[in-house]
């Protein structure tokens, strides 16, 4: 069973940044579609941005796109999301996902969670 940690959130200022980590214990881990996903309190929780096995390709919420970067360390078993410019609606419980097969936005797709790390903005 895949075990997946996130690490890396915090509080932070308004324009401040933050990296988040997700450490993976799968050996096969670069066969696995990994995302980030997000829960503020009161909302359901919601795709921030998703990167294929190789890590060629990444998929991102529109809105986030300009802000936010995933990128992955096969060879860690590591996947990583930069968030820059932070507003305080980016105030939530980041979650790391994996999948095995292919891309997906749904949160019903996913097998593995982590735990979830919480990233709060505001002064």
């Known amino acids: 069973q895949v075990q997946l940690v996130e690490s890396g959130g915090g509080l932070v200022q308004p324009g401040g940044s933050l990296r988040l980590s997700c450490a993976a214990s799968e050996l096969t881990f670069s066969s696995y579609y990994m995302s980030w996903f997000r829960q503020a309190p009161g909302k359901e929780r919601e795709f921030v941005v998703g990167i294929s096995g190789s890590g060629r390709n990444t998929d991102y919420t529109y809105s986030l796109k300009d802000r936010f970067t995933i990128s992955r360390d096969n060879a860690k078993n590591m996947v990583y999301l930069q968030m820059n410019n932070l507003k305080p609606e980016d105030t939530a419980v980041y979650y790391c996902?994996?999948?095995?097969?292919?891309?997906?936005?749904?949160?019903?797709?996913?097998?593995?969670w982590g735990q979830g790390t919480q990233v709060t903005v505001s002064l």
């Open positions: 996902a994996g999948r095995r097969y292919g891309a997906s936005s749904y949160v019903r797709a996913y097998d593995y």
